[in-house]
């Protein structure tokens, strides 16, 4: 698994390096102007965002079905990285749509379900951090129930208001800024799967200082 | 199946049995109800005129808040005496069990639901009466889907620490889809010309809510409640 870790860490810092320059160069959106380069940062987060949600959803699946320990480690680390990445999500948000829109926050649907599935999440890591002993199986109930939730909150929310730029938008960019884009996602995915398998193994090794404790105690 | 459906039978028997002796949760949860649609009329009563369409926001608010306290002491009650694990420990299906318990929830929160609607009536100027049969299929459709996550999840939470915070805190974002459409499908029978067909689609938007998240709950019942 380390041999991974450092090359993945180097790519990952040339990525992040380069990326404001790919960015600045990338064309300039004729409506928005400058403010349109967020976007580069936005949407790869958000997806990732939405990744991570699944992937938590599915692991603690896993583990309630199988009792498998080790997805529920995949489960908490995704959970976490679900509540990173909606904070960079809601924070690049409201910074585009003051421009866009001229307000920092407006009830849209999209803007709406992400709090809400952040929020999931963020319960998620509240159950898991004071629920006491035993709270990984509610910890997993949670994100199943969140995960299986995500359609409802899309349509009621979709259906309550909308405003944001349709997603298809991702697949119409103009050439010079679908390069960008794209080179923005793969840093960001990079960076994920960094993250991700960084706080797995934060994970394993807990539960082997664990089993070892209570080894010695015996 | 017989079997099953007279595990769950004598579950909501007893918890209703226990109720009747000391009506603790009924009168309990009817006063909090009551107060708090209190509350939201000294916030929103302008010299004597309630706001335009709240009343609507106001009945679901009230109910999602009567229903986790009523969720919350339901289970209290077996955790204080210890009974839970009896229950846990009865040869029978554990879905059965949780069948029971949601239907003892679920008649308890009829009961303060049949004060709320008249309450929101009489003190918002609320149309009630304009279409009660689709009034009535939301509230049957939306305290299922509310209760049948909130019966899960406060069982689950028995043995946790903090349940009393955990259960709202985990209870509602999922539950955010049954107030919209709650709320929104109220919104539409209770203004001036009644939308009929707004109300179905939140109507429908409930019942499939309903069968997605009843379903998960059996589902999931038994590996959670296993120790």
């Not at chain 1, 390096?17 to 580069?40: C, D, H, R, W």
């Not at chain 1, 692991?59 to 908490?76: C, E, H, K, M």
């Not at chain 1, 003051?98 to 709406?112: F, I, N």
């Amino acid at each position: 698994m380390s041999r991974i870790v450092v090359p993945l860490v180097l790519v990952a810092m040339v990525l992040f390096a380069s990326a404001p320059l790919v960015v600045a160069n990338a064309p300039f959106e004729q409506t928005m102007g400058l403010v349109q380069k967020i976007f580069y940062y936005h949407v790869p987060s958000a997806m990732l965002m939405f990744v991570s949600a699944l992937l938590c959803g599915i692991a603690s699946a896993v583990y309630l079905f199988r009792g498998s320990a080790a997805a529920d480690r995949v489960a908490v680390a995704a959970g976490e990285l679900v509540v990173l990445f909606g904070i960079i999500v809601l924070i690049t948000g409201p910074l585009w749509a003051r421009k866009a829109w001229g307000v920092w926050w407006e009830w849209d649907a999209r803007l709406t379900s992400s709090l809400l599935l952040w929020m999931i999440f963020l319960a998620y890591l509240l159950v898991r951090r004071f629920g006491g002993p035993g709270s990984e199986k509610l910890a997993g109930a949670m994100a199943l129930f969140g995960m299986a939730n995500v359609p409802f909150v899309h349509v009621s929310v979709n259906y309550w208001r909308t405003l944001h730029p349709k997603t298809s938008v991702v697949m119409t960019l103009a050439p010079g800024m679908r390069g960008a884009f794209w080179f923005c996602a793969a840093a960001f995915a990079i960076l994920y799967v960094l993250l991700l398998t960084l706080r797995k193994r934060l994970e394993d090794k807990r539960a082997v200082v664990e089993q070892l404790y209570l080894a010695v105690e015996d | 199946m017989t079997q099953f459906l007279r595990v769950a039978w004598v579950v909501m028997r007893k918890d209703l049995t226990v109720e009747m002796r000391s009506r603790e949760i009924v009168y309990t949860t009817v006063f909090f109800a009551t107060s708090c649609v209190l509350v939201f009329a000294f916030a929103l009563v302008r010299e004597g005129r309630p706001l335009e369409d709240a009343s609507a926001g106001i009945l679901w608010i009230s109910i999602a808040f009567a229903g986790t306290l009523g969720l919350g002491r339901t289970f209290e009650r077996e955790r204080h005496t210890e009974t839970l694990r009896a229950l846990m420990l009865a040869p029978s299906d554990r879905p059965a069990i949780y069948v029971g318990k949601l239907l003892g929830v679920l008649v308890l929160m009829a009961i303060v639901e049949a004060v709320l609607v008249p309450m929101v009536g009489l003190l918002f100027h609320a149309p009630i009466f304009a279409r009660p049969h689709w009034l009535a299929a939301l509230l049957a459709a939306g305290t299922l889907g509310f209760a049948s996550v909130g019966t899960l999840f406060a069982a689950m939470l028995v043995r946790a620490r903090s349940r009393d915070v955990l259960l709202p805190v985990l209870l509602y974002p999922i539950t955010i889809p049954v107030i919209i459409a709650g709320v929104r499908g109220t919104a539409a029978i209770f203004q001036a010309t009644p939308d009929e067909p707004m109300t179905r689609f939140w109507v429908a938007l409930l019942v499939f809510f309903d069968v997605v998240f009843v379903t998960l709950s059996l589902w999931t019942f038994e590996p959670l409640m296993t120790e």
